[in-house]
């Protein structure tokens, strides 16, 4: 099965529209993941958006709302202040939803992703209704812009996601399935947390890592490839799904960026499951 490819906006780490224009055709690929916070924040215009990919030829393919006050200098503080978890910021994260969600239906897209935050693998502790019903207040707030979103995994187990996703109960709900994640977090076997997700995968980060020898610190995330991410099995239980996902290929470590993105776009053409830019 073939998927299409694109890169993660942020990735990157340009700064104007022509310099992530220029990134991104750097790497081979013509789809994005589009980081909506300078839409948000009123950096950019969807219309210039528009006219930028238009005029090279790129392909917005969904959105990244990240959530104010996060920290990942270590696993213990992006626990206490990834996604919607802490409520200082709660109304500052709910009003830039409204306006990534604009600016996602004005470029016509149907997928937003985002962390939700370290979701309580204790289904009776008290935050995690806190944060089921913040999740489902995002979730109505981009249904009624006409989006689905797509929270990030890693930072809880997949049986822990999968029955959170239960307990929303909400049909525009569903995964980004990052690998690396995983194994960066501690949290479970790539392919086998995929398999568990299994139909709730709406998009897939491609990136790779290698687990830590020390429990309660990071692994390390590596360029794609030469990690602990099996690639083959990994798409052979990515097509058990039945239906083509969008592969972006996220890279948040090293200095080389778009040389490392290309090193992972080279592999997937090699393992003969994305389609080939012209």
């Given at each position: ?11 990157l ?15 081979g690929?013509?789809?994005l993941?589009?980081?909506l ?26 959105g ?20 919607v ?12 939803a ?15 992703s ?22 489902q ?8 812009h ?5 929270f990030e995994?890693?930072?809880e187990s997949a049986e822990?996601?999968l029955?959170?996703?239960s ?8 995964v980004?399935f ?14 086998r ?25 990071w ?31 996220e890279r ?12 992972a776009?080279?592999l ?11």
């Amino acid at each position: 099965m073939k998927h299409r490819l694109g890169v993660c906006s942020w990735s990157l780490r340009t700064e104007s529209l022509d310099e992530l224009v220029e990134a991104t055709r750097a790497v081979g690929v013509r789809h994005l993941q589009l980081a909506l916070d300078p839409l948000a924040a009123g950096a950019w215009e969807t219309d210039e958006v528009r006219h930028a990919c238009d005029e090279s030829g790129l392909e917005v393919v969904s959105g990244m709302m990240g959530m104010r006050g996060e920290d990942y200098s270590t696993l213990e503080t992006i626990r206490e202040t990834g996604g919607v978890r802490p409520t200082k910021h709660w109304k500052a994260n709910r009003a830039a939803a409204e306006r990534c969600a604009r600016a996602a239906q004005e470029l016509e897209l149907g997928l937003v992703s985002f962390h939700a935050g370290f979701l309580p693998h204790d289904p009776t502790d008290p935050e995690r209704e806190t944060l089921v019903d913040r999740l489902q207040e995002l979730a109505d707030v981009f249904g009624d812009h006409g989006l689905r979103v797509a929270f990030e995994t890693g930072q809880e187990s997949a049986e822990t996601l999968l029955a959170v996703l239960s307990e929303i109960g909400r049909a525009n709900v569903g995964v980004n399935f990052d690998p690396a994640n995983m194994i960066l977090y501690g949290m479970g076997e790539p392919v086998r947390a995929l398999r568990t997700l299994g139909e709730h995968v709406l998009q897939v980060h491609v990136k790779d890592a290698i687990a830590t020898d020390t429990p309660g610190t990071w692994g390390s995330e590596v360029v794609v490839g030469t990690g602990e991410v099996d690639w083959k099995a990994f798409f052979e239980a990515l097509d058990d799904l039945g239906a083509p996902r969008d592969l972006l290929i996220e890279r948040e470590a090293g200095e080389s960026r778009v040389e490392d993105m290309r090193a992972a776009r080279r592999l997937l053409e090699e393992l003969d499951v994305v389609e080939v830019d012209a």
